[in-house]
């Protein structure tokens, strides 16, 4: 068989791995959001899961119902709930898990942070790890590379979906933590 020249297929990929510097705000406003929503939980990190959930909500309006879990002896996660996908009429509720990391924003989330919920997740469900702050590459890389179904949510898509929603400003993200999740030892 002489004469064939055989090309080779090729395909751009398609596997995402962002840059720390893609994951944080680049404005100076953006990160006062972040440092504004970090000192809001600071000292009760646990009460940034119900926070978290609805960041969620703006990035995701079709998320269903959600339970936040137990403050300890989570089983790895923070919270669990529905994503409704179809029409009203016939929805199909796919179950996913989500951890939340009140991280300050110039903290590194690890593969460590990120395991425990890959070890969690069950058949057909998909996970969510919202924080502050940014994720390494190797998190990223073992994630996207293994096929986890996990969405990484990190500070600049915080950031997005408060501006996307009507919070645009340090003002406008402080006064909705003071009416959605008050601080009981300020009272």
């Known amino acids: 068989m002489t004469g064939r020249v055989y090309t ?3 395909a751009p990929s398609t596997t995402i791995i962002r840059k720390p510097a893609e994951q ?3 404005d100076q406003a953006g990160q006062a959001m972040l440092a504004a929503i970090h000192a809001h939980f600071h000292e009760r990190p646990t009460d940034f899961e119900k926070c978290a959930v609805e960041i969620l909500r703006l990035i995701a309006p079709s998320t269903g119902a959600v339970d936040v879990t137990r403050p300890s002896r989570d089983g790895g ?7 409704v996908l179809g029409p009203a009429a016939d929805p199909v509720k796919i179950d996913f898990a989500l951890e939340a990391k009140c991280y300050a924003p110039t903290t590194v989330v690890g593969v460590r942070d990120v395991s425990r919920l890959v070890s969690r997740l069950r058949y057909r469900n998909f996970g969510v790890f919202l924080t502050l702050s940014h994720f390494n590459a190797q998190v990223y890389d073992e994630v996207r590379q293994d096929g986890h179904p996990i969405a990484l949510v990190c500070g600049r898509d915080v950031v997005d979906a408060l501006r996307g929603n009507g919070y645009g400003d340090v003002a ?6 003071q009416a959605s999740f008050p601080n009981p030892s300020a009272a």
Do not use: C, H
């Not at 406008?172 to 933590?177: I, N, P, S």
């Open 8 to 10: 080779m297929l090729t």
């Open 24 to 26: 944080v705000p680049t």
């Open 77 to 83: 996660r923070d919270a669990v709930g529905e994503y």
């Open 172 to 177: 406008a993200v402080t006064a909705w933590l």
